[in-house]
């Protein structure tokens, strides 16, 4: 069996709704913020369970600008976890924080729970305790939230989640996005990730004034309501900008796309949740570690992460990433730890060997093929391949 198409490791799923929606918009009067970025936002709240919802440009801009609604500056400490992409620490560098990282679970590839509290403790006693913490859902499962939400009580930090892998999960049966155990949660629309507005991000929050402070910084910190103006107006065109922010609005086009596609998010993660089991079953007697969902959480799957086991993993995993896209079969790796790119090493000092289990990870790591118009069919080719490649 071959294919003659490119697999990809993550595809969006568009549908003749989706279009239509779209066009629909562009021949209204609005094609920047106007109703759609509204009813998104709305819609976004209630399914996830958190009080309001504001949509973004990107979650990277998400992130940035959630950083600074919890008054992230110049000299704070921010925590978050290696095995991410860049953007996770990239925001609070924007704001001219101290980055550092905290080691993640073996098993879930998460922020470790022992390992944060063990930093924690150390960082109290050389008074150098986080403003902020980020953690990062990584695949698409929940992180677990109780225990660092326990944490930052006792020690006095917030918590932006980075869900931008994990739109559609859930945490102890709760949608992740609730807030119940953070200030913020971010999710991101990019094409590969759950769902897609092309490109588009939400920050999540029950708090009402940092939602005000959310909106007032994704347009250039200007307002027009007059109880946060320092002056009188002087007529009925006066704004104020009080605050330095940035354009970081999304477009009712984008949106209109989000919406429908929000109405097809069961289907996405129904799916994604189907075609993970083939895989589990299917890959269960290669040598390799397939993914593991603690009881607790329901993943939104974004990702498939695999884990090889041999002697010279990483030689290993250059060979089967080879050959699989030699087959077309176009996985990826997620991540090489944030802490060892170049701008990390240089402008912070990290080097090989400060956060080994991430670094371990990394070594044996690939992401298989996984989205929701994903076949069965393609799966077993997928499976042939890695059969012919590991055993
Ligand atoms: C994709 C991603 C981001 C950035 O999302 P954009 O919408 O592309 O800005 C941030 N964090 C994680 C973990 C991601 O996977």
Not at 350 to 365: L, M, N, T, W
Request: a negative charge; aromatic letters at 10%; proline letters at 4%.
């Amino acid at each position: 069996m071959s294919y003659e198409e490119w697999i990809p490791y993550g595809r969006h799923s568009i549908s003749e709704e989706d279009i239509n929606a779209v066009i629909e918009t562009l021949k209204s009067d609005w094609l920047t913020t106007g109703p759609k970025v509204i009813e998104f936002e709305n819609r976004i709240a209630e399914f996830c369970m958190a009080s309001q919802a504001v949509v973004f440009c990107n979650a990277t801009a998400a992130l940035h600008t959630a950083c600074q609604a919890l008054e992230v500056g110049s000299g704070d400490i921010v925590w978050t976890s290696p095995n991410t992409f860049v953007a996770s620490a990239n925001c609070a560098v924007y704001c001219g924080a101290r980055i550092d990282f905290v080691d993640v679970d073996q098993d879930t590839y998460n922020m470790s729970i022992e390992s944060l509290e063990e930093k924690l403790l150390r960082a109290k006693k050389e008074n150098c305790l986080p403003k902020v913490v980020i953690p990062v859902h990584f695949s698409g499962q929940s992180c677990d939230m109780r225990a660092i939400y326990k944490l930052s009580q006792e020690y006095g930090f917030g918590i932006i989640e980075d869900a931008s892998h994990a739109i559609g999960a859930q945490y102890y049966g709760k949608p992740v996005g609730s807030c119940e155990y953070s200030d913020i949660t971010i999710f991101s629309f990019h094409p590969v990730k759950v769902m897609t507005t092309g490109e588009g991000g939400a920050a999540l929050t029950n708090n009402p004034a940092i939602a005000e402070h959310l909106k007032l910084l994704r347009s250039h910190g200007i307002t027009r309501n007059t109880a946060q103006m320092l002056n009188e107006p002087e007529g009925p065109w006066y704004t104020e900008q009080i605050e330095l922010g940035m354009n970081y609005r999304i477009t009712d086009l984008q949106c209109a796309l989000g919406i429908s596609q929000l109405k097809r998010l069961d289907f996405f993660i129904e799916k994604r949740q189907l075609l993970a089991k083939n895989y589990n079953e299917l890959l269960k007697n290669l040598p390799i570690k397939l993914p593991i969902v603690d009881t607790n959480c329901f993943s939104s799957f974004h990702l498939y992460p695999i884990q090889i086991i041999c002697e010279n993993k990483e030689k290993k995993r250059l060979e089967l990433f080879n050959y699989l896209h030699q087959n077309k079969i176009g996985v990826q790796v997620h991540y090489r730890p944030v802490h060892l790119h170049p701008y990390y090493r240089q402008r912070f000092g990290f080097k090989v060997g400060d956060f080994p289990k991430a670094e371990h990870y990394y070594q044996g790591a690939l992401s298989l093929p996984l989205y929701a118009d994903l076949t069965e069919e393609q799966q077993h080719y997928i499976f042939e391949k890695l059969r012919e490649s590991l055993l």
